[in-house]
């Protein structure tokens, strides 16, 4: 069975970098086709996706982060990353992984608990 | 860019009644088109895709409809583990898009 974890700092400072790792564990990241992805939900809020990547490291980004998002993965470990730079209060957050079903297209059918995220010195 | 827009924002529904629940999109998305489910504390669940292909698991009394620009997901019979939040989102293009959300709530 698919499963995905984030992990990272819980609070990070703001005008620093916010730094999360998605883990898969009971399947490869090289897989074709599919683009593995960041979505965020601000406290009481709906979902916001902030971007995805292929295990060749295509990316796509939400253009309303693109300046401050870099996603990247790691194939040997079975990892990709999220880093956002410039923080503010207003990226206080669940940051969760997630990747699309088997059958391909960009929803998502496998997700991680989430990792609250709290922006605040 | 894509505006998805679900109403109604909240929905206030009896056990065992129908839900009916609506997506729109600002432009055609074609089928492209997912359903999910999330309740507190929890990641969304995919309910549907395609439009209308529920994902693996879900039960029969969830349906879904739609395809350009109006999307409609059903649920027939409402069950007590049934009242949540509910997103559509789009991927027929980048950026990803979800809508707002429908909160199904008991009457």
Redesign the interface.
Known sequence: QLQLQESGPGLVKPSETLSLTCTVSGGSISTTNLYWGWIRQSPGKGLDWIGSISYRGTTYYNPSLKSRVTISVDTSKNQFSLKLSSVTAADTAVYYCARPPDYGGNSWDYWGQGSLVTVSS | ?IVMTQSPATLSVSPGERATLSCRASQSVGR?L?W?QQKPGQ????LM??ASTR??GIPARFSGSGSGTEFTLTISSLQSEDFALY?C?Q?NS????????TKVEIK
């Open positions: 860019e492209n997912a999910y990641p969304p669940r995919l895709y395609g994902a693996t997103y989102q991927y980048w950026p990803l898009i979800f809508g707002g959300g």
